[in-house]
């Protein structure tokens, strides 16, 4: 996978909770190939994971899995403009993107 695959991978429809899950894995396992994209792929992979265990097993509204799919679709959007426009753009993108989610993540 790389970030335009993910990106198509998140415009089906109906997506689950497990196919939140499936799409962590995937980019947990595209990361390993070397290239530009795989710190982008590593925090995708991190946003989806938390966002699984935090909902598996409860009930949860279409709403708010739509919300958080349409969240993540809008990361992978920048993040996969910001890696066409250069190591420097693909950079502070990452940034931006990891300080804006380690907001969201609870220790």
Do not use: W, Y
């Amino acid at each position: 996978m790389n970030l335009e695959l993910a990106a198509a991978s998140l415009s089906r429809r109906g997506l689950g909770l497990t196919d939140i899950r499936e799409f962590a894995l995937q980019c947990r396992d595209s990361a390993r190939q070397p290239g530009g994209e795989a710190a982008a792929l590593i925090l995708l992979a991190e946003k989806a994971s938390a966002f699984f265990e935090r909902h598996e097993g409860i009930a949860m509204t279409n709403d708010a899995l739509h919300g958080f799919v349409e969240s993540l679709g809008a990361d992978v959007t920048r993040l996969r403009a910001a890696a066409m426009a250069g190591d420097a753009a693909l950079i502070e993108a990452l940034n931006a993107f990891a300080s804006a989610f380690s907001n969201d993540v609870v220790i």
